[in-house]
T-cell receptor
Framework: DTAVSQTPKYLVTQMGNDKSIKCEQN?????MYWYKQDSKKFLKIMFS???????INETVPNRFSPKSPDKAHLNLHINSLELGDSAVYFC????????????????FGQGTRLTVV | GDSVTQMEGPVTLSEEAFLTINCTYT??????LFWYVQYPGEGLQLLLK?????DKGSNKGFEATYRKETTSFHLEKGSVQVSDSAVYFC????????????FGKGTKLTVNP
């Protein structure tokens, strides 16, 4: 069973469209994240949710809106897609808020490669 | 703010060669340090970690020691294999407890037979 699963794996779309990426984890974790990996492989956090509550929002344009219907899911909706949004988006989860990444690890999905044309 | 600097790649080695990937960090507190690995077409996996100074993390023949005096966490392996070909990321956890990882830019390793 896949611990953190994202869909779709690949997404090609035109500028101006609205798209969503879904993420589910079956690890029973309380905290979920979205990271963006650019063309140079640089990874940066976008959002973090704990028990459906937004914890981190790292100066991401408001065209990006995460939604957490329950603590096992964190979806990413992107409005009015731009060329610069092309990247690989990784969902991740971890088990313990507050000390989440001090003593435990984050589990990552396989990534969604978004290409905006 | 917190940051991680790791050596730029790509790194190309022959099988059984010795590997070092340098990583240094800047943080206001005492972060935990991690190495993550990304195999082709996959997500990141934790390779090893260290949570305090002088700790050594190890896994699959890889090692890294948390050096507070030099703010470093260099990754080493004595004899690499073709299957080690991947992108390696050094990362720290925000010591302020804001539940995020700060990553270095990644180092691509290719091991040739």
């Amino acid at each position: 069973d896949t611990a953190v699963s994202q869909t779709p794996k690949y997404l090609v779309t035109q500028m101006g469209n609205d798209k969503s990426i879904k993420c589910e984890q079956n690890l029973g974790h309380d905290t979920m994240y979205w990271y963006k990996q650019d063309s140079k492989k640089f990874l940066k956090i976008m959002f973090s949710y704990n028990n459906k509550e937004l914890i981190i929002n790292e100066t991401v344009p408001n065209r990006f809106s995460p939604k957490s219907p329950d603590k096992a899911h964190l979806n990413l909706h992107i409005n009015s897609l731009e060329l610069g949004d092309s990247a690989v988006y990784f969902c991740a989860s971890s088990s313990d808020r507050g000390r989440a990444l001090m003593n435990t690890e984050a589990f990552f999905g396989q990534g969604t490669r978004l290409t905006v044309v | 703010g917190d940051s991680v600097t790791q050596m730029e790649g790509p790194v190309t080695l022959s099988e059984e060669a010795f590997l070092t990937i340098n990583c240094t960090y800047t943080a206001t507190g005492y972060p935990s340090l991690f190495w993550y690995v990304q195999y082709p077409g996959e997500g990141l996996q934790l390779l090893l970690k260290a949570t305090k100074a002088d700790d050594k993390g190890s896994n699959k023949g890889f090692e890294a020691t948390y050096r507070k005096e030099t703010t470093s966490f260099h990754l080493e392996k004595g004899s690499v294999q073709v299957s080690d070909s991947a992108v390696y990321f050094c990362a720290l956890s925000d010591p302020g407890g804001s539940e995020k990882l700060v990553f270095g830019k990644g180092t691509k390793l290719t091991v040739n037979p």
